[in-house]
């Protein structure tokens, strides 16, 4: 899913460049053609998206997989016997992680999109090696930090999916954005080539998170066990945690054109304790997961030892 999710930063990209192009042309003609194009793929999507299935001449009941030659059981593939009723907004919010992780990326996001709209205006106004770029280069330049989110996102999943730890793996990126977020503030300026590094490495740690809670962890979620298979919480689950983003990417860009006035330094130092906060939300399940792995391996040691046979002689 963090392949699936690059998406996003490559629309950012896109975006940005597209933006900066028409730039020369006047600040109207960034706004118009982007709307225009997304206008003509709003069109294509309502024309050639299938709604379901069985709109393309596919059932569903047809071809279903099998594994070692028995067919997988009904209820894991055939939830049409029985009528799931949606889950509600409040009992959607009840579902254990569901808060920590809405909570968390309402501060993730706050710090997402605080560089994606004011990462262009604040290159233009910093002087990178003595010299100040114009607003096209800016706007050029802004874009590795989506660059640098892809990667994030791809890397994050990787890993979660190889320790199997989403909690773990989300903190430790949004810690990591803290020294990045620093280091990027006070050293970015030396030279283009340190400020291209330190950008690439804040976007991969920033939205490496991001790119976690919104795909694989809004799914693990939205299919909890407390649900008892009720396939309809998805959405609703999903709604919740990217709402709240969401929020907080509003409110990001917006404490900062406030801020912004006082100093830069007071700017990154908001999105420094936003990624703190970020962190410690997920703290609990941090923990959980921490001790699940620790006692994990010690139940598999217990059993080996009951097994052997110097415990079965005495």
Same mark, same amino acid.
Request: charged share 10%.
């Given at each position: 899913?963090?392949?699936?999710?690059?998406?996003?930063?490559?629309?950012?990209?896109?975006?940005?460049?597209?933006?900066?192009?028409?730039?020369?042309?006047?600040?109207?003609?960034?706004?118009?053609?982007?709307?225009?194009?997304?206008?003509?793929?709003?069109?294509?999507?309502?024309?050639?998206?299938?709604?379901?299935?069985?709109?393309?001449?596919?059932?569903?009941?047809?071809?279903?997989?099998?594994?070692?030659?028995?067919?997988?059981?009904?209820?894991?593939?055939?939830?049409?016997?029985?009528?799931?009723?949606?889950?509600?907004?409040?009992?959607?919010?009840?579902?254990?992680?569901?808060?920590?992780?809405?909570?968390?990326?309402?501060?993730?996001?706050?710090?997402?999109?605080?560089?994606?709209?004011?990462?262009?205006?604040?290159?233009?106004?910093?002087?990178?090696?003595?010299?100040y770029l114009s607003n096209q280069a800016a706007?050029?330049?802004?874009?590795?930090?989506?660059?640098?989110?892809?990667?994030?996102?791809?890397?994050?999943?990787?890993?979660?999916?190889?320790?199997n730890a989403r909690a773990i793996t989300a903190?430790?990126?949004?810690?990591?954005?803290?020294?990045?977020?620093?280091?990027?503030?006070?050293?970015?300026?030396?030279?283009?080539?340190?400020?291209?590094?330190?950008?690439?490495?804040?976007?991969?740690?920033?939205?490496?998170?991001?790119?976690?809670?919104? *795909? &694989? +962890?809004? $799914?693990? #979620?939205?299919?909890?066990?407390?649900?008892? /298979?009720?396939?309809?919480?998805?959405?609703? !689950?999903?709604?919740?945690?990217?709402?709240?983003?969401?929020?907080?990417?509003?409110?990001?860009?917006?404490?900062?054109?406030?801020?912004?006035?006082?100093?830069? *330094? &007071? +700017?990154? $130092?908001? #999105?420094?304790?936003?990624?703190?906060?970020? /962190?410690?939300?997920?703290?609990?399940?941090? !923990?959980?997961?921490?001790?699940?792995?620790?006692?994990?391996?010690?139940?598999?040691?217990?059993?080996?030892?009951?097994?052997?046979?110097?415990?079965?002689?005495?």
């Open positions: 899913m963090g392949i699936w999710n690059a998406h996003t930063s490559m629309g950012n990209i896109s975006g940005s460049l597209m933006a900066s192009y028409f730039l020369n042309y006047g600040w109207g003609w960034s706004m118009v053609v982007p709307g225009f194009i997304i206008t003509f793929v709003g069109l294509l999507v309502f024309l050639l998206l299938p709604v379901d299935p069985e709109s393309v001449q596919v059932d569903r009941d047809e071809n279903k997989p099998n594994k070692m030659g028995l067919d997988i059981t009904k209820p894991l593939l055939n939830n049409t016997t029985k009528k799931e009723s949606p889950v509600g907004f409040m009992e959607a919010w009840k579902i254990p992680g569901v808060a920590p992780y809405a909570c968390c990326l309402f501060f993730a996001k706050l710090v997402a999109y605080t560089f994606l709209y004011w990462l262009p205006f604040y290159i233009s106004h910093t002087a990178i090696d003595g010299e706007g050029n330049l802004s874009t590795l930090f989506d660059v640098g989110g892809v990667v994030g996102g791809i890397l994050a999943g990787h890993i979660s999916d190889r320790l903190a430790t990126f949004m810690y990591c954005a803290i020294p990045a977020l620093y280091l990027y503030r006070n050293y970015g300026h030396i030279s283009v080539t340190i400020n291209v590094v330190l950008m690439l490495v804040t976007g991969m740690f920033i939205n490496g998170p991001y790119a976690l809670i919104t *795909t &694989a +962890v809004s $799914t693990d #979620l939205g299919t909890h066990r407390s649900l008892r /298979g009720n396939s309809r919480a998805l959405a609703t !689950v999903t709604a919740i945690i990217d709402g709240t983003g969401s929020i907080g990417a509003a409110i990001g860009p917006l404490l900062t054109g406030y801020i912004s006035n006082q100093s830069w *330094t &007071a +700017v990154f $130092t908001m #999105l420094m304790v936003a990624a703190f906060v970020a /962190g410690l939300f997920l703290t609990r399940l941090v !923990v959980a997961e921490i001790s699940t792995k620790w006692q994990d391996p010690r139940r598999g040691l217990t059993a080996g030892i009951s097994r052997s046979p110097v415990v079965e002689q005495v």
